[in-house]
């Protein structure tokens, strides 16, 4: 598989990962996660419409989820959804890397 259909796989997992966090999760991460199942979500439909250009949509959110919640946080007290943003970026960025690692980029 190469990296494309990789990340559309990783995309995919995460979508079953979240749902099972989602699951056993607590009301406050439940709250923390709802902007993560979202656009999660969200990115399984674009990867089964447009699986030759999800690199580039992801990327796309990720640059602009950076210049928002890219800088250091430990200076605040975040809300809920702050924090869920942050959960989000974090983890398509676990996505890009698993997929770069298991396609060998």
Do not use: W
Not at 4 to 25: H, W
């Amino acid at each position: 598989m190469d990296y494309k259909q990789k990340l559309v796989k990783q995309i995919k997992d995460e979508l079953v990962f979240q749902k099972m966090e989602n699951e056993t999760g607590t009301e406050e991460y439940n709250q923390a996660s709802e902007y993560h199942t979202s656009l999660i979500s969200s990115l399984n439909i674009l990867a089964d419409k447009y699986p030759n250009f999800i690199d580039i949509l992801l990327k796309q959110h990720i640059d602009e989820e950076e210049k928002i919640f890219g800088d250091d946080t430990s200076q605040f007290d975040l809300t809920q959804y702050e924090k869920g943003r942050i959960y989000s970026l974090v983890r398509c960025r676990h996505m890009i890397r698993i997929a770069k690692e298991e396609s060998g980029i």
